[in-house]
Every structure is written in structure tokens, then in C-alpha cells.
């Protein structure tokens, strides 16, 4: 279970590096709803994980497909219509 918390840990520092760089790199600027969307989707991909995870380990793999199916397919929503809105802002923003 330990190791669970180290990739964890891993993938939350990956995360946050590559939006810093994405933004230094970029110069983008995000309002309130995109940052609203990055983070609960963040949060729901890492819930999705380690639910995933721990079900495995526990040997439920039933609940493990559930989790990924619900909670996967939530995340990839709420990526979906953060995106879609951020492309929106931008389009408007440069015509």
C-alpha cells in the first residue's frame, strides 16, 4: 500500500511540473472555471487510481472495473468540458 502513496506522490509532482511548465512556457493565462476543472479532474484521476489500485490489491476485482468505469469515466468528462471550455476562451480571445 505504501508503494500506491510513492506513485501517487510521483504522479502529483509530474502533474503539477508539467501544468507549471505548459503555462511558463506558453504564457497562458487561465480563468477560474479551467482551473476549477484541471483540479477536480486531477483529483477524480487520482481517486480512480487509487481506488483501482486498493480494490486490486484486495483482490475485488469486480470493484475495480466498477471504479475504473464510474470514476475513470467521470474524470474523462469533466477533462473533456474543461478542455472544450478552455478552447472556447482561447478562439475568442484571438479573433
Given at each position: 500500500m505504501s508503494f500506491m502513496w510513492f506513485l501517487m506522490g510521483a504522479i502529483v509532482v509530474g502533474i503539477v511540473w508539467t501544468i507549471y511548465s505548459w503555462i511558463k512556457?506558453?504564457?497562458v493565462t487561465l480563468n477560474?472555471?479551467?482551473?476549477?476543472?484541471?483540479?477536480?479532474?486531477i483529483?477524480?484521476?487520482l481517486f480512480c487510481f487509487g481506488w483501482v489500485y486498493s480494490s486490486i490489491i484486495e483482490g475485488e476485482n469486480q470493484s475495480a472495473g466498477m471504479g475504473l468505469l464510474v470514476f475513470g469515466g467521470v474524470t474523462l468528462i469533466v477533462?473533456?468540458?474543461t478542455r472544450k471550455k478552455y478552447k472556447k476562451d482561447?478562439?475568442?480571445v484571438t479573433e
Open positions: 512556457n506558453n504564457q477560474w472555471p479551467v482551473w476549477t476543472g484541471m483540479i477536480i479532474g483529483l477524480l484521476g477533462f473533456f468540458l482561447n478562439l475568442e
